[in-house]
């Protein structure tokens, strides 16, 4: 198993541009996240997925999207980068049973410039 | 508004000793906290977890408590080893049965020394 993967692990973005940042798990969780972290802060969450074609927003939700068409993948898309996105993104997975742990990917680090 | 606090931005212990990480919070709704260790440039990765129906749950070296009274848990690591030096976040969750969105605090940076 592969686990959580996410790609690419680094990008530079000009304001404005857009991008998208990929996340697919072969662990069959139904439960998916984005998170993000910032410089001394702990990791916030952007969206969640409970399974393929159901998302939600999380804490930080502006300035993005996602998608979750299959169980396997999902998309964090950025429409418009700003500075202030300028952060390390984390996608998780986890079962769906009560109590189990999140599996993370090793982060795509984004500057926006 | 911090859920989930770690008031310590740092600690530093030497091989041997034990290592105690503190974790506080606020939302009286949660029931389950884990503890996340990170290496730089990698993802977190799940350490322990408990519950709220139990004060202490052991996992070889590692140790958490719960003060549920004070919204308080701890991480204990006896013996502490270099290879434990990493950051270390406290989460927390409150949502039975749904999708059990995870709160993190900031982390705190553990270096064991040799």
């Known amino acids: 198993n592969a686990g959580v993967t996410q790609t690419p692990k680094f990008r530079i973005l000009k304001i404005g541009q857009s991008m998208t940042l990929q996340c697919t798990q072969d662990m069959n969780h139904n439960y998916m996240y984005w998170y993000r972290q910032d410089p001394g802060m702990g990791l916030k969450l952007i969206y969640y997925?409970?399974?393929?074609?159901?998302?939600d927003k999380g804490e930080v939700p502006n300035g993005y999207n996602v998608s979750r068409s299959t169980t396997e993948d999902f998309p964090l898309r950025l429409e418009l980068a700003a500075p202030s996105q300028t952060s390390v993104y984390f996608c998780?997975?986890?079962?769906?049973?009560?109590?189990?742990?999140?599996?993370f990917g090793n982060g795509t680090r984004l500057t926006v410039t | 508004d911090q859920q989930v606090k770690q008031n310590s931005p740092s600690l530093s212990v030497q091989e041997g000793r034990i290592s105690i990480l503190n974790c506080d919070y606020t939302n009286s709704m949660f029931d389950y906290f884990l503890w996340y260790k990170k290496y730089p440039a990698e993802g977190p990765t799940f350490l322990i977890s408990?519950?709220?129906?139990?004060d202490k749950n052991e996992d070889g070296r590692f140790t958490v408590f719960l003060n549920k009274s004070a919204k308080h848990l701890s991480l204990h690591i006896v013996p502490s080893q270099p290879g434990d030096s990493a950051v270390y976040f406290c989460a927390a969750s409150g949502e039975a049965g749904g999708s059990e969105k995870l709160v993190f605090g900031k982390g705190m940076k553990l270096t064991v020394n040799p």
């Open positions: 997925s409970v399974g393929a074609g159901i998302t």
């Open positions: 408990i519950s709220s129906i139990k």
């Open positions: 998780a997975s986890k079962r769906s049973s009560y109590n189990s742990p999140l599996h």
